[in-house]
T-cell receptor
Framework: RKEVEQDPGPFNVPEGATVAFNCTYS??????FFWYRQDCRKEPKLLMS???SGNEDGRFTAQLNRASQYISLLIRDSKLSDSATYLC???????????FGGGTRLMVKP | DTAVSQTPKYLVTQMGNDKSIKCEQN?????MYWYKQDSKKFLKIMFS???????INETVPNRFSPKSPDKAHLNLHINSLELGDSAVYFC??????????????????FGPGTRLLVL
């Protein structure tokens, strides 16, 4: 079983739609949680951290459920520029070692 | 003014060759990393260095040898390249080892990647 699992997609949605991704992690000792974004043939970039109480950044909302060991990302009012792969990331130790999920591909169409 | 840079961007080579990839960061960060992203797009940590000292070495064949001449540079040397080494290699850096007690979260900044193809 992979340590961090995501539905690879692709999720094809029209502009303006709301879309949600989930991610599950296997290690209950996981400490920190993030969503990264990776555009085609580019490097991953931090989208947002995920806090226990849930957090929002503009059109993006992240939630963490420690009991069920899953993390979610909600994107409201999708834009064409949101098309990318969204990577769920977990850390387990103070060494800041990021463990990545396989990513969920989002394609926003006009 | 690229924050994390890698060279070369593309590397095509024959099996059995030895090659190096260089990484430099101008962010003043203490910690640097190497990741491998395979054809299935899974990103996996290979090594982590903090202030020139190796702190993470994830079951990577010993044909891979990282070298950190100073805390701004982390190079990756690969001996006897194999077909399975074909991947995109990303360097990253972050400010400090994350301090759990302090609740700090240090973002990792990634370089643009080096696309390695072994023929």
């Amino acid at each position: 079983r992979k340590e961090v699992e995501q539905d690879p997609g692709p999720f094809n949605v029209p502009e303006g739609a709301t879309v949600a991704f989930n991610c599950t992690y296997s290690n209950s000792a996981s400490q920190s949680f993030f969503w990264y974004r990776q555009d085609c043939r580019k490097e991953p970039k931090l989208l947002m951290s995920v806090y226990s109480s849930g957090n929002e950044d503009g059109r993006f909302t992240a939630q963490l459920n420690r009991a069920s060991q899953y993390i979610s990302l909600l994107i409201r009012d999708s834009k064409l520029s949101d098309s990318a792969t969204y990577l769920c990331v977990v850390t387990y130790n103070a060494g800041n070692m990021l463990t990545f999920g396989g990513g969920t591909r989002l394609m926003v169409k006009p | 003014d690229t924050a994390v840079s890698q060279t070369p961007k593309y590397l095509v080579t024959q099996m059995g060759n030895d090659k190096s990839i260089k990484c430099e960061q101008n962010l003043g960060h203490d910690t640097m990393y190497w990741y491998k992203q395979d054809s299935k797009k899974f990103l996996k940590i290979m090594f982590s260095y903090n202030n020139k000292e190796l702190i993470i070495n994830e079951t990577v064949p010993n044909r891979f040898s990282p070298k950190s001449p100073d805390k701004a540079h982390l190079n990756l040397h690969i001996n006897s390249l194999e077909l399975g080494d074909s991947a995109v290699y990303f360097c990253a850096s972050s400010a400090v080892l994350r301090q759990v007690a302090a609740g700090m979260r240090e973002t990792q900044y990634f370089g643009p990647g080096t696309r390695l193809l072994v023929l």
